[in-house]
């Protein structure tokens, strides 16, 4: 089995090194403050001294950070994973990062004669516990051939999307159907409601037939007891549903579903709802 | 166990009738073509010679019929429904009908003495086989609550939904997410795939994820096999599409998602596809 | 010059009669309330005593009532103009009737013998003062010739449209633009405000360019000045938008923008603004 | 009076200049390819030669190219109008420029210790002969009134609209407007002919009332003929109304109305009409 390393170990990062680790891998793992390390080293993974020494020292490294800054800089500098890649070796990034800082991060990593995955998951906390995220993989396909024992480990499915940036677009074509969806879930809702129907039987009848899905459950008992406290934060959708549209422009695709959808949640965006949950475009909808 | 009547045996009807039958149920049987009739009487069904007479001899009288005038015949005349059915026993419309018919058919039934729900179906001829409809009921609350019983063998939910017409209302709800729920879907299949996604793909992840449902599943095989089979003719749903938005005007509810999914399908009208199934609202959006 | 009737003497009917008699017109006035019409007996018109007795003895008889009930009544019973319009004599309704009414008051007319012309006018007070109406002529289409010297004196076009309910379509028509214009009008002065611009400047720079149009100057003043004073309600508006739209469904037209801009106006009409003016909308919008 | 310099003889420019030299200022040349200077020095023009040379030269030079590589090219490099500029004089740049663009021109010249102002303008040859051009001037408020009697000539108004940006702002609030108007118009002018009206009445009635404005008169005459020969291009539109929606997601401005024009626009991109006039819209909507 491939020796792996591991940058980033927040709530996320540590349950997936976890996960490795259990399964038999040797990983050695890496993070900014280095006290997160010692539950994975004393559960048996080695600690790397910076970014650079990890991507030297392992076959395929994977990191997990917050945000695209935190996710150039550990590829950058003396320190930096592109600094320590060498040629072959591999570098898998989970982040959910941007577009154009994907590809920065692609052009350091090949540069410097590395291979290079993107590969944002779609999950959050549970499912990172128990290997069932779903990984949006895209970039180099030997790369993603090695690191699919990995991949199995950490979550229920790994798709190889094809080139470096595939794996945003499809996580923006997915949740443009997701804001979609909420929009009209949300008036379909409130219209019931206003005809005298009960809000809980219309969930219930969803639930029983061709729709039923695990969103409309979970957000409609949200809903329904005005609770819209962030799991996923309304103004990340409607970033996510505006560059969808924007996606569609430039193929000359038609969305107006999602267009009004994207509207929606600007709504209530100026409402003040931008850091509640998505399921708050209801309260702009009813 | 109640003694329960049934007329229409479609093959919706059919199916329900000798679910009944074989639940124990005292069963009386009407068809127009009589013919029908056989099967059931041979598993231990009676045969009513008219409306009237079923209704006179039973508890409880169920109707399945395939339109609006053949529901409201059933019931005028001198051998309909309100000629027999006297005071206190129970007349059950399962049929699909506008909200008018529904109300002037519970006029006649009660004008007559007897008890009215409506109690229109989702679900179409496995569902009635197993025993899996979804049954949306409205009208008389003691008739449902001896109905009770016979709905819980013919479906697999069937909620008390309030004064007739509710049961009407509820369906326009359900098929206006639907609607837009396909729309949506369309939009992002079409994105999907002109950024260079492979479709198989999208509806693996969609499947994986918290948005999974039947329908996707389903229509997304036809869509990708370029298949419209009509299961669910296009027309249908942008009429309740059409009337779910009238709806919404006479009650101030604002529906955008709605009104454009609703033009949409409209597209699809004008574009010749009035007969094929729903899913063929895709293309005009691809 | 033909002999005219001329029933309903308000605030419309009552400049249109005067253009008619100062145009020299042989003009016999009755009105429900007769001391209104001393003004014009005064001035040289004849007093009739009922709609019948009006329609009996003039050749062509206009009417411009309030309502469409008031519009039935005056054609209806004993003392109606039906039953005494008699052989090719010729009435014409220039009230605002709905397509119902219209074809109600077509039928009692064309049955006693007599020729009908449906011609709701485009215009208010001012215009039907000045002899400035737009008339939307449809129906008999010789009584249309017969009727056109007295609509040149009391408008300033009247295009024949068609048979009967033509005329209603028209203004279905010109009413859905003139939502959809404003509903983009409150967008963008909206949208300019908010980054920076000023909006008298906006009208300004608009009202210098190819879009330059009095209603975006006369309801752009208003809503800089938060002005909402009624001249024609909200909650018609959006009637004629939602009947527009619904003629687009019956003859499979998409209507997408006119859909979204009804749904400016329901939201309009949900914040309660259902009495105010059009311009209203733009409350919702900013 | 100042005098004044003017770069770029093309269409434009040519007759901007010449409005400039006809009322009376004292006007420098200069033109990439030289030849185009002629006609200007004949009537009393001096020719630069180089924009250095001009903004080194003149009070206030003006710019007039055609793209916003041009109109940055103009102003680097050891012979551009940076390089002369110096301390005090101004740089007018009337092209239409990106955002962007305009701001590295107006970082460049201050830097240089000049003054700015764009000023992009509405209206094409005609206008620019006639001196009607609108004039959208935006920057440094001295340099607006320093140049105002220059504006006077060239243009019928000129409003200062504030810091660099809101000339383009305002651009593109305007063209959404007008994207928004005539998707509402190719939709009325498509029902209206579905339901049996003429085409041609509807422009007339609307041509009387209140929405009357040349835009309709004009591009409704193309409508009726089919005829689409190319003044604005659509993909322009299409591409400032993707970016007035842009600007509205920045501001948390929902703009539902122009969103869906947008997509009608993108239809129509999609069914190749995007070099043709952007009345083509109405192809994608009859």
Not at 160 to 165: D, M
Not at 273 to 281: G, H, K, L, N, W
């Given at each position: 089995m491939a020796s792996v390393g591991f940058l980033g170990l927040g709530i996320m990062g540590k349950a997936m090194a976890l996960n490795l680790l259990n399964a038999g891998f040797d990983v050695t793992v890496w993070n900014r403050?280095?006290?997160?390390c010692t539950e994975l080293v004393v559960k048996g993974a080695h600690q790397g001294i910076s970014p650079k020494d990890v991507a030297a020292n392992c076959d395929i490294t994977f990191a997990m950070v917050s945000d695209p800054d935190a996710a150039l800089a550990l590829c950058q500098g003396p320190d930096g994973v592109a600094a320590g890649i060498g040629s072959g070796r591999g570098y898998v990034d989970m982040s959910t990062v941007d577009d154009g800082t994907s590809k920065t991060i692609a052009h350091l990593i090949t540069q410097a004669g590395g291979r290079f995955l993107e590969a944002p998951v779609s999950g959050t906390k549970k499912p990172a516990e128990d290997g069932t995220l779903i990984i949006l993989a895209a970039g180099d396909q030997s790369l993603y051939d090695d690191a699919k024992p990995a991949f199995d480990v950490m979550g229920k499915m790994s798709p190889?999307?094809?080139?470096?940036?595939q794996g945003a677009n499809m996580k923006l074509v997915v949740n443009m159907m997701m804001g979609g969806m909420l929009s009209i879930f949300s008036e379909g809702l409130s219209l019931g409601q206003k005809a005298g129907l009960d809000g809980q039987q219309i969930l219930e009848i969803l639930d029983a037939g061709a729709m039923a899905n695990p969103m409309f459950k979970g957000k409609g008992a949200m809903l329904l007891n005005e609770d819209y406290t962030t799991s996923f934060p309304l103004k990340h959708m409607q970033k996510d549903m505006r560059l969808a549209v924007a996606l569609g422009d430039q193929l000359d695709q038609p969305l107006p579903t999602a267009a009004i959808a994207n509207e929606a949640f600007k709504q209530a965006m100026k409402a003040g709802?931008?850091?509640?949950?998505?399921?708050?475009?209801y309260k702009v909808v009813k």
């Open positions: 403050n280095p006290e997160k190889y999307l094809g080139e470096v940036g709802f931008a850091d509640e949950d998505i399921a708050a475009v």
